[in-house]
């Protein structure tokens, strides 16, 4: 246990963290490497803070590997890292069991090739008993398809006369999204030094605190996801409220 392991309050933790893994083009490029030299090393900063999360006790793990928008990057690009993310996968299997973890996926793996895509489902039946930490793996999605693809799904019962507009509420919606019974984000954190959240849950990062650091993926390590966390708990969540209606409500 570090020195900054014991600043962490324990009975405070985040449920779910969400994670925007950005920079590794860049941290490639300051080293006269190829961007995709980002990807891979960015791989080691994926297992140390599945390791790190599930050692604290974290439920949910939210990672954002491949939007939408990315598909539209040079082709070699887009292969390389879906190979990439399809392999580790694969390869971490059998440790993911090992460590109780529970991987899920959320976005449009119906783009993937039918063989990347029955790869990551193989990985998901064989993790699906995992009782501790689940990490969910964002793989070809932005908030907009997810909250269209919702609607769609809405408009059809309508139409169908089994549910009546009336009957959609805020718990409806939430239970259309691919993070349907995965609570809120409670920290949204992004690496690589920007401060926007390119089409990441909308919907649910409502009330999430944001934490931006200039850190790019590959460098974010252990040590680094305990100080989002210790910024985490410096903050005072309101909901809306007063100050002082949250610090009635806590005694
Ligand atoms: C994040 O790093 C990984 C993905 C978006 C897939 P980038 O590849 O976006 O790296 P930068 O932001 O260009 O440095
Ligand atoms: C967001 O990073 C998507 C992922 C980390 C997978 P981008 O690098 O694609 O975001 P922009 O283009 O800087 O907004
Ligand atoms: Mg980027």
Known sequence: MTHQTERIDMQRLPRHIAIIMDGNGRWARSRG????DGHIVGVESVRAVI????????????LYAFSTENWNRPREE??????????VLANETEGMKRNNVRLRMIGDIDRLTPEARASLENSMAETSGGTGLQVNLAISYSSRWEITEAMKKLAQL????????????????????????????DILIRTGGEQRVSNYLLWQIAYSE?????IYWPDFRKEALEQAIIDYQSRERRFGLTSDQIKTAKK
């Open 210 to 214: 944001l934490y931006f650091t200039d």
């Open 33 to 36: 490497n190829r961007r995709t």
């Open 51 to 62: 390791e790190a999360a599930s050692e604290l006790g974290i439920g949910y793990l939210t």
């Open 158 to 185: 309508a139409a169908e006369g089994k549910i009546k507009p009336e009957d959609i509420t805020e718990e409806t919606i939430s239970s259309h999204l691919t993070t349907a019974s995965i609570p809120d984000p």
């Open 78 to 87: 887009v292969d390389m890292l879906l190979n990439l993310i399809v392999s």
